[in-house]
DNA sequence: TAGATTGTTAATCGATTAACAATC
DNA sequence: TAGATTGTTAATCGATTAACAATC
């Protein structure tokens, strides 16, 4: 491998893939996989699962394959689970408060460590042990705990200024989950959620299949 | 361009995209697009966009560009939204009420018609004029009332289960939120979304950043 | 050692971009 | 008509798959 080239967004994508069926393989107490057996479990092909971790370095062996507990650390690493990023969460509404109890991200090493809304009768609330502060606290907040990822769950048209008080505040990372291509003027990495996209592609998919039955319906 | 070829996923996930894209410009009170203009404002080439709306017919027209109405309503078309496609959403907690407040699912035609959990101190309860219902009413329900799709945002241990359930009462699609890759023995759609999967993606990006920066520190 | 399976190169496939004739 | 911009073909680029020598 070349540890100077670019690894390719298609591959990176598939690395939290691959973490979690070597967490199901883990808890399975698997000790060792072959490239063949993964492949068939996840249904890509042995190849592709060698090129990618190819880009990362030789984790496997030989004659033997790989082994699990190694691997699934390997790309904890890269993924940087190891950092011990920290999170908040700005608007506790629904979506905001079904993040705070997604213990999922707690399990990759995502700590939150604050939940903020602006909203008098939910300051002070307790979500998992986390009271909501008001956003008057925000920016200091964020200096004093080094937060590095925000996940802004406001309505929409809060979300550009929210954001970018966030960036001002120091935030590196924003996750955003308000249906817009979010574009602000800082040195931010931002990662958008577009749920309704996801269900538009179930739409799509589901009109298709209506339409081949009917056309097979139609051909007898 | 040709009917019977069959359209890529990767044009298929880049239409709810265009589609948000021409709803801005349709509020924005704007006729006409280029497809040079759309691609200046969605950071992709206009060919990209040219090729892609030929693989369901000519929208445009030479020396003019795109009618931002027709074209709108051609991809909502195509995305099916004009199906009306009946929702029920499985699991009323946190996600679940996140999604049943989500507007932007009806605006898109997708209507929300029932929701359904199992804790006693739920069921009753109104959501956006919708009464929460026991899961024992749901099979009937989903018959009588022609249900499509199914959004499950029950706990983990619980999933396969109750999409096991909704497939069997008549259910087309799923849309999973628990983190697995939800597989069943049933002819139904699944699309799963995996939130964690896009944080750990945010993580990867802000690690490479932090190590540049790193590097470019140490160079000087 | 023999068998298995990786790491890696080469071949293929598909998706994106460039180019331009057609035409509004 | 002249200018603009599409629809579409061809060229390029990147990602996936196949193949196999290296080696555990």
Redesign the interface.
Known sequence: MNPKKKISMAV??R???Y??YLSDLLKLGIIRISSKELSDRMGITSSQIRQDLNCFGGFGQQGYGYNVEILYNEIGK????G?N?KTVIIGA???G??????T??EK?G?KLVGIFDVRPEIIGKKIRDIEVMHMDEFDDFVKKNKV??AMITVPYEKTPEVATRAARAGI??L?NFS???LKIPYDV?I?N???????????????E??REQKENKEKN
């Open positions: 990176v994508k690395l939290p893939r973490y979690r890269i993924l940087g689970l950092n990023y509404g629904n979506m408060q079904a993040l705070a109890n997604y999922n991200f990759r995502y590095h990822i590196k990372g996750w249906p817009m291509d990495i990662e959620v577009h749920l309704s996209d996801g269900l538009m592609v179930l739409g799509y998919r589901l009109n299949k209506l």
